[in-house]
């Protein structure tokens, strides 16, 4: 390898800075970014110029005013809807009565709560947006819809009394959704709680998204369900109360589905969907695949993994498989399940170690550990589970016995919004909540046999991230203050990685994963680090693990190929181990990595 100067690294960023324009700069902790330069502070009945605490302006002032790296401080009630076309900005907190919408991109919100009279409370439109600790509430359509875009993160963020237009639940289909993911890649669905909207939960049509540590409760059909491929579903705790205000035909919503509807230009796209780690209490199915409509060709389930899941107490089947021709190379493997599983068709399915297990219950995630082991087959290894770390040997079900309580859905800390530097927390200015208040409570249900299917073959599914991290990462030396090659030996990769040439990466080359689970390894002496990469459009997620704590998801994706920076957060001086891990899509990729002997620099 040859020696590669410091000076050498630092003049590349500044040119490179100098070539990319502000619009490609993701928010999403991922490229560098321009701090935050103004406050601009908006009221409704705002007629100041200056923007100013003491004198706001109106909204279409401060867009108007606002630059690259600014924050729009919305104070009070908006009763027009508020429509954010401007880019690279921040907006923090306002309540929105007719409805809020993003055009922009590169964009952090906070805070929001909307609801509206007509139409869909929320519209996310552009691309690389942070959508963090919004309300969503009565209104008509969809809660929060993300529509034709990429990259976006959704998190903290609670949603009910949404698809009213379906409150006399008298549609017999097209209602809308609380969250809804419609043609989109690259979506991050994170620790939001979904209830009492009278349709689906979630409604995803899309690739490459993941749906992690939600709360999903009393939802009319189905708390989630997906029409997409790529599809990563973990962590999520989601039940039936018995409120019979949300049931259809009588029976309360499905859990977690995936289905092959028809549309236009759509096609089938139930592969590579991965259920591990989830909670289904009470509800008509724990995990159902409901087949494809009519006018989809090579339509079944294919290539997936449903895997150490509790579906506890379910009305009809723990799991249910309707027969589509194309189904193949399915593995449904150490689930708690305590209705006997529904499959029209056992050919292309192994199922292995599913077991009734009897649980406390309740609405509360830690009424389904594991009152006494109950050893898992090794068809499919996963080191984590509901809450933490597995025990060893593994065992079934979505949270072993001997995991931790210390938290339901823990928080992640992924995607740090680089560009807002304010502390201050938004004032919430409305006190509308829930009417709905009912006590939930298990459903009945019955405690067969244990049953498994024929095993008729080898899974070859390729195992989502969170089944590789590994509990004592490979590290072969301790990295210092300096910046290093992806090329560099004390760099570890585990998996298929290639290298790339790049003539304007770091040493002219990369390191390139194209397995999903992939992950690459290193150790770092000092208080925080810079990584480089790049970013295409057939690269997809990378997710960056600190001491085995996630602290960033990186998208990988761009609509051009261009070269992208994260600066990660400052850590206590000393020695840390890094992980970086292939999540979703094709490709991602590691040029170099800078670490500071104290404090990394301010973005």
């Known amino acids: ?64 005013n606002a630059v690259s790296g600014d924050t729009l401080r919305m104070l009070g009630t908006f009763t027009s809807l508020v429509s954010l076309t401007k ?104 620790n939001n709680t979904v209830f009492n909207n009278y349709g689906e939960g979630f409604g995803l049509r899309g690739s490459y998204i993941t749906v992690r540590g939600n709360t999903v409760y009393d939802n009319y059909s189905i708390g989630i369900y997906a029409n997409s491929d790529n599809l ?10 018995g409120d019979p205000e949300f049931d259809r035909t009588g029976l309360p919503m499905n859990g977690i589905a995936i289905g092959e509807e028809f549309f236009t ?29 009519d006018g989809v060709t090579g339509g079944g389930l294919r290539d997936s993994v449903i895997a150490f899941n509790t579906f506890y107490q379910t009305k009809q089947a723990g ?21 006997a599983p529904k499959l ?22 830690t009424g389904f550990k594991l009152p006494a082991a109950n050893s898992a087959d090794s068809a499919y290894s996963l080191q984590t589970d509901f809450s933490g770390s597995r025990s060893a040997p593994l065992d079934i079900g979505a949270w072993d016995f001997g995991g931790t309580t210390t938290t339901s859905t823990p928080a992640s800390t992924s995607t740090v919004v680089a560009t807002n530097t304010s502390t201050a927390v938004p004032t919430k ?95 770092f002496n000092g208080g925080g680090f810079t990584l480089s990469y790049q970013k295409n459009t057939s690269y997809g997620r990378l997710e960056v693990y600190v001491d085995g704590v996630l602290v960033a998801s990186l998208a990988h994706y ?10 990660s957060p400052a850590f206590t001086v000393g020695t840390h181990t890094v992980q970086l891990v292939h999540l979703l899509n094709k490709e991602v990729s590691v040029d170099a990595v800078q670490i500071y002997p104290g404090a990394p620099p301010a973005p």
């Open 429 to 523: 200015t409305s006190t509308l909540a829930p009417t709905k208040t009912a006590t939930p409570t298990s459903g009945p249900g019955n405690t067969p046999t244990t049953t498994s299917g024929p095993a008729t073959f080898t899974p070859t599914v390729n195992p989502p991230a969170t089944a590789t991290l590994t509990s004592t990462p490979i590290v072969t030396g301790i990295l210092s203050a300096g910046i290093y090659d992806d090329s560099n030996p004390n760099i570890v990769y585990i998996g298929t990685w290639s290298l790339s040439s790049c003539a304007t990466c770091y040493g002219g080359k990369l390191h390139v994963s194209n397995v999903i689970g992939n992950s690459s390894t290193f150790a």
């Open 265 to 293: 230009g759509w096609g089938a796209h139930a592969y590579n969907e991965t259920v591990i780690n989830n909670i289904v209490s009470g509800c008509k199915y724990g995990f159902s695949y409901n087949g494809a409509e």
């Open 1 to 64: 390898m040859k020696n590669k100067t410091v000076l050498s690294f630092v003049v590349l960023l500044l040119v490179l800075s100098l070539m990319i324009p502000a619009s490609t700069q993701n928010v999403q902790a991922q490229s560098a970014q321009v701090a935050s330069a103004n406050q601009l502070y908006v009221s409704p009945s705002g007629s100041g110029t200056a923007c100013t605490s003491t004198s706001p302006c109106s909204f279409l002032t401060a867009q108007s």
């Open 319 to 339: 799991v249910r498989i309707l027969y589509v021709a194309a189904q193949k190379n399915v593995l449904i493997a150490n689930n708690v399940t305590t209705t």
């Open 232 to 241: 990563l579903v973990e962590k999520n705790f989601v039940y039936c109360t």
């Open 87 to 190: 880019s690279n900005v921040t907006l923090i907190g306002g309540v929105y009565t007719n409805g809020f919408e993003i055009k922009g991109s590169f964009v952090t919100i906070q805070g929001v709560e909307a609801s509206a009279s007509s139409g869909v409370c929320v519209r996310a439109l552009g691309h690389d947006l942070i959508l963090d600790g919004i309300t969503a509430h009565d209104c008509p359509d969809h809660g929060i819809y993300i529509y034709n875009t990429y990259n976006v993160t959704l998190k903290n963020s609670t949603v009910y009394h949404t698809a009213m237009m379906n409150q006399s639940k008298t549609l017999t289909s097209g209602w809308p959704s609380g969250i809804k993911v419609k043609i989109s890649n690259n979506i991050l669905l994170e």
């Open 558 to 567: 761009n609509t051009t190929t261009i070269l992208a920076t994260w600066t």
């Open 344 to 365: 029209d068709n056992p050919t292309g399915i192994t199922m292995v170690a599913n077991k009734a297990v009897s649980l406390a219950g309740g609405t509360s995630p």
